[in-house]
């Protein structure tokens, strides 16, 4: 019987990466999508035809239920969120209601209309701000100290909530930073791997960054997918960290992705202090014992692939537009 999947964020990097690895794994792929992002389906348009889209939103919970007994999905991804740190900030009550209520109304729908589906929540190692041990595991405490933080914080423990009150098959994945070539240039890795290839092909003469000695657990997206279903394929549901289990300098790499280009890039970079974070959070790492050992889950891509794939990447699409 073909399997069946419903994605919501499907137009975001890991909605459109996760849409790609089931239609190859042979589901039926849906995708809830709001209105106000039916015009943002850059990541997404090679797949029209293959996806079915159904209108709704994580505010309404009848669009929710409407999907959910309109696609019977086996699994359920929630990949949608108000996931940019700096508007929970500015709109932190609209954070609230997508990144924390969202959920409740999505776990709800499940447990009314199709209490077999198994569900996945994107968690966040924002839920971990300022933790008290590195790297942090499955059971290091919550200190968020930003309000997705705190919203994220809540959807995780509701959906572990339902998964032991209702015997729902519930997960959460609490994934670090992860990036791929479908992630956009306000991000620093994409910032400088483009930026390198800009510099390579004489679009750009430097690049200015903020803090070079700041560090991250940097992982693939599409190494990130794969595990966020590979959860979904177990006997007993459970909650796991996704990352690399590794930090790298900025430093690091402006030094990788200009080595790949064949520059120096003491050459090109300079340090500009408008891009310092005034209150940069320490340093988040994951372990991903757990997943290694219960999974046999490994990132395929580390940090010198990711960074060689996707200066190569920015290379092509740069000599193509130029074309
Ligand atoms: P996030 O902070 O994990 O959401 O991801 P970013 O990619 O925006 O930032 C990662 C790290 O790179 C932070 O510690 C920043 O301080 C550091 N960084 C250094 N230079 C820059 C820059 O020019 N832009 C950005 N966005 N971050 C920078």
Redesign the pocket.
């Known amino acids: 019987m073909q399997k069946k999947a419903l994605i919501t964020g499907l137009t975001g990097q890991d909605g459109s990466y996760l849409a790609e690895l089931l239609l190859s794994k042979g589901y039926q792929v849906f995708g809830l999508v709001r209105r106000s992002s039916s015009g943002k389906v850059d990541r997404i348009r090679h797949l029209s035809g293959e996806v079915t889209i159904l209108s709704g939103d994580l505010l309404d919970q009848c669009s929710l239920m409407d999907a959910i007994e309109q696609s019977q999905p086996h699994e359920i991804y929630n990949l949608a969120s108000q996931s940019y ?1 700096p508007i929970s900030w500015t709109q932190p009550a609209l954070t609230a209601e997508y990144t924390a209520l969202g959920v409740s109304r999505l776990l709800e729908s499940i447990r009314r209309c199709h209490p077999s589906s198994r569900f996945y929540q994107a968690s966040s190692s924002e839920v971990f701000g300022q933790p008290d041990e590195s790297p942090q595991t499955e059971r290091t405490a919550f200190r968020p100290r930003n309000p997705y933080g705190v919203a994220k914080a809540y959807a995780h423990w509701m959906t572990i909530n339902y998964r032991q009150q209702y015997g729902l098959y519930t997960c959460c994945g609490i994934t670090y ?1 992860h990036e791929s070539p479908r992630r956009g240039t ?4 994409r ?1 400088i791997t483009q930026g390198a290839a800009r510099i390579k092909l004489g679009l750009a003469s430097e690049l ?5 000695e ?1 560090r ?1 657990d940097w992982c693939y997206a599409k190494d990130a997918v794969h595990a966020m279903w590979l959860m979904l394929q177990q006997d007993q549901p459970d909650d796991y960290i996704i990352a690399s289990g590794e930090t790298h300098s ?1 430093k690091e790499l402006v030094e990788c992705a200009f080595g790949c280009v064949g520059l120096r890039w003491q050459d090109y970079v300079s340090v500009d202090p408008s ?3 005034p209150d ?1 959070a320490v340093q988040l790492v994951g372990s991903i014992d757990k997943i290694c050992k219960q999974l046999s889950w490994q990132p395929q891509y580390p940090f010198e692939q990711l960074v060689e794939l996707m200066v190569d990447h920015d290379l092509k699409e740069l000599t193509d537009r130029k074309a």
């Open positions: 740190v930073t306000e991000f620093v890795f910032k200015k960054l903020g803090n070079l700041a991250r900025v891009f310092y974070r940069e």
